[in-house]
């Protein structure tokens, strides 16, 4: 298992927007071979970036995911914010998932 971890810096004046992208989000990737779950995780200090978190069966379903239409839809239909809204570019990460004391 693989999570993809998409660090977004927000402008606290954009951060309420921000959040209802993803409330409202299209969830076209729900439905995707591979896919297990998402998390958007809120800043705690000022000056941090929101961490959009979603955890993949393989890199290559996360993969499959980006070059489907169905990414396509679901940024498009996202509504995206101005480009003032943030405060950096984002950083993308991939992370293998160790396994638990308990896995076979």
């Given at each position: ?30 439905g995707m071979p591979g896919f297990v ?68």
């Amino acid at each position: 298992m693989i999570t993809v971890m998409n660090r977004i810096p927000v402008k606290a004046e954009y951060a309420e927007a921000f959040e209802a992208r993803f409330r409202d989000r299209a969830r076209l990737v729900d439905g995707m071979p591979g896919f297990v779950r998402n998390e958007v995780l809120r800043p705690t200090q000022p000056g941090q970036p929101y961490i959009v978190l979603t955890y993949w069966e393989s890199r290559e379903a996360f993969e499959a995911w980006t070059a489907s239409d169905a990414f396509r839809e679901g940024h498009a239909r996202s509504g995206s914010l101005p480009r003032e809204a943030f405060a950096g570019r984002n950083e993308l990460e991939v992370h293998e998932v160790l396994p638990g004391p308990d896995a076979g």
